[in-house]
Structures are given as C-alpha cells and as structure tokens.
C-alpha cells in the first residue's frame, strides 16, 4: 500500500494544525476574559492555589506521599502566589516570576520521577518513593498519574500564564510603575494606554504569545507569496 500511508500522515498533520489552532483559540478567549473580568480571576486564582495546598496535605497524610515532593509542591504554590501581589501585571525578571518558572520545570521532573520508576519491594523500605513500591496493585493508574500531574502540577502555571501581563508589554497605569519602571510623578493620575472603545489596554502573556505568532506567519507569508498583505493590495 502506498496511497493509504501517505492518506495517514496527512490527517496526521491537518489533525496536529487544528489542535494547535484550537489551543491557540481558546487562550486568546481566556485571556480576554482575563481581561474583562481581573478581580475575578484573581480571586479564583487565589483559591485555586489554596485548594491545590490543601490537596497536597491531604495526599501527604491520607496516601502516604513523600513528604519532601509534598513539601516542595506546597512550597512551589506559595511562590506562584506571590505573582498575584500586583495582578495582572508581572515583570518578567521579577525573582518570584523567574524562581516560578524553575519549579515549574523541577516539579514536573520530579514527580514524573517519583511515577515512573518503581523499585523492587526489597528496596523500597529505605527509598523515598513510597509506599507504590511495596505491592503492585497500590501502583496509580494512568488516569491517577495524569490527573495529578494536569491538576497540582500543570494547571496553576497554566492560569497564571493566561492571566498574567508581562510588564515590559503595558504603558504604566496602576501599580505598573512596578513593572515598567517607570514612576508617575504627577500625585493622583496615572497612564493608560486606551482602546477605540475608551477601554484599558492591558494584554495577557499568553494573548501577546498568539499575536506574535500570528504576526511571525502573517509575515513570511506574504515574503514568500502566499497572500498578498494590506500594503500590496491598494497598489
């Protein structure tokens, strides 16, 4: 067979464009909402990350997780909530922003560490990887796996990435001189930047991520002549 094959890398690779454009949909959308809605989504952050502490404490005492990952992953939730202190803005070389970022990447190396490599039962008294060494059938499932991973490891990076403005992307309104810079000396008036509409600008990371990418395509599509751009069509 020769047609079929190539058929399947096709779909394949129509598949991937779409998951990609509907993962890059539903982030532009969250963070409009973000935008519209900054006192809310800060308040639901804010208990997002409470509950995730609390289920931390629970599987620590309940399941028997090791207390040096759990301690390490109620201790990574603190310092994503001290990104919060001046909503939505952030500045990207902030030390809290950064050290975030590093745990991210420590937690998940971590606790896939901890998942995905069990010891015989012989060793597993003195390792710290306890107790799904002891007896197979207390192995986590997949599902268990994933559902951790997607909900104390991944899913409060992942809000703070929709929610959060980088800092060096704003003109300085309210406690952005932070961000910026940049301080107002006028007392009681600050800078906006401001919409057609009258409205607050304010552009989520994940929001300025999908334009760039947008404007990055739009771009070297029209150097490489696939469409024509705005410029060349007036002509």
């Known amino acids: 067979m020769w047609i079929l094959p190539l058929l399947g890398y096709l779909g394949v690779i129509v598949g991937f464009s779409f998951l990609t454009l509907a993962i890059a949909s539903g982030l532009y959308y969250m963070s409009e909402l973000v935008e519209e809605?900054?006192?809310?989504?800060?308040?639901?952050?804010?208990r997002l990350i409470y509950s995730i502490i609390l289920i931390q404490i629970l599987l620590f005492v309940f399941d028997r997780f090791p207390f040096s990952l759990s301690l390490l992953g109620i201790g990574s939730h603190i310092v994503y909530a001290s990104n919060l202190r001046r909503f939505p803005i952030v500045?990207?070389?902030?030390?809290?922003?950064?050290?975030?970022?590093?745990?991210?990447?420590?937690?998940?190396?971590?606790?896939?560490?901890?998942?995905?490599?069990p010891l015989p039962a012989s060793r597993a008294a003195s390792n710290w990887r306890q107790p799904y060494q002891i007896n197979a059938e207390d192995m986590p499932t997949f599902t268990e796996v994933a559902s951790y991973f997607g909900l104390c490891v991944w899913l409060v990076p992942f809000a703070l990435f929709?929610?959060?403005?980088?800092?060096?992307?704003v003109l300085p309104s309210i406690g952005s001189e932070y961000a910026t810079g940049d301080h107002v000396s006028t007392?009681?008036?600050?800078?906006?930047?401001?919409?057609?509409?009258?409205?607050?600008?304010?552009?989520?990371?994940?929001?300025?991520?999908?334009?760039?990418?947008?404007?990055?395509?739009?771009?070297?599509?029209?150097?490489?002549g696939f469409w024509r751009g705005e410029r060349s069509k007036r002509f």
């Open 37 to 46: 809605h900054t006192v809310l989504a800060r308040r639901l952050l804010t």
């Open 91 to 117: 500045k990207l070389s902030d030390p809290f922003f950064i050290l975030s970022c590093v745990l991210v990447g420590l937690n998940h190396w971590l606790w896939f560490r901890h998942f995905s490599k």
């Open 162 to 169: 929709v929610s959060l403005s980088a800092g060096e992307n």
């Open 187 to 224: 007392p009681g008036f600050t800078r906006n930047t401001l919409t057609s509409d009258g409205k607050s600008k304010n552009k989520g990371m994940a929001k300025a991520l999908v334009d760039s990418v947008r404007d990055w395509v739009k771009e070297n599509g029209e150097l490489m």
